[in-house]
């Protein structure tokens, strides 16, 4: 069956150093993943999408890898701020079809000042 | 409205009793999804919705849930005979039809004692 992990133990960094965090997924070939932003109390915002034809893709300080070998993603924030501190977590479609997505469990993230 | 929007914000109940929580979707998104995510956990998806189409129920965890969907607005997920397991926080997201991406509302945290 699909399986996505990402790290469980919260990532903390200092103000200005570059976040990366880790989403492998198991079992399957999706044709995207996305990964969304979740801040206490709150339902995930979706922060970006990459499709599996993509090897990168950028937003602002965001910059997310895409490696359909390693079956891997990563997603970086640069000039990391403590704004930036919440849960990330990585989606993918579901491989019945339509848009039906699997959430990983997420990360928890920490920018210390 | 602007986003999507679920009611009430919090819902505490005694074991044993019913409860019925609201989704209002985005005006326009013609798919809506439930999710259910315990504390310090990702999303586990319990149902969806597509348009008229049946709804995908294969993530309802027993018959005591059960959710409602009248064309494309608002959605009703009922719990029966609330048990404390149940207790999280059910996370409501709408999709329109051409994008991948989903919106979330705020969630219903409920508490059953």
């Known amino acids: 069956s699909q399986k996505i992990e990402q790290n469980s133990e919260a990532l903390n960094i200092q103000e200005g150093k570059t976040a990366t965090l880790t989403c492998n997924y198991t079992?399957?070939?999706?044709?995207?993943l996305q990964w969304y932003r979740q801040d206490p109390g709150r339902g995930p915002v979706f922060l970006l999408l990459?499709?599996?034809?993509?090897k990168e893709k950028r937003k602002e300080r965001l910059k997310v890898t895409f490696d359909t070998t390693l079956k891997q993603s990563l997603f970086h924030i640069t000039a990391s701020q403590p704004a930036d501190s919440a849960t990330y977590l990585c989606?993918?479609?579901?491989?019945?079809?339509?848009?039906?997505?699997?959430f990983g469990a997420g990360t928890r993230l920490a920018v210390h000042p | 409205g602007a986003g999507v929007s679920q009611s009430p914000s919090n819902k505490v109940t005694e074991k044993g009793k019913d409860v019925e929580l609201r989704c209002d979707p985005i005006?326009?998104?013609?798919?809506l999804y439930w999710y259910r995510q315990r504390l310090g956990q990702g999303l586990e998806f319990l149902i969806y919705?597509?348009?008229?189409?049946?709804?995908?129920k294969s993530g309802l965890p027993s018959d005591r849930f059960s959710a409602e969907r009248t064309g494309e607005s608002v959605s009703t997920l009922t719990i029966q005979r609330t048990q404390q397991e149940d207790s999280a926080v059910y996370l409501c997201?709408?999709?329109?039809?051409?994008?991948?991406?989903?919106?979330f509302g705020p969630g219903t945290r409920l508490t059953v004692l």
């Open positions: 989606a993918l479609p579901f491989s019945g079809g339509y848009n039906k997505l699997i």
């Open positions: 079992n399957y070939s999706p044709a995207y």
């Open positions: 990459i499709r599996e034809n993509e």
């Open positions: 005006s326009g998104h013609t798919a």
């Open positions: 919705f597509q348009g008229n189409s049946a709804p995908d």
């Open positions: 997201a709408s999709i329109w039809r051409a994008t991948d991406t989903q919106y």
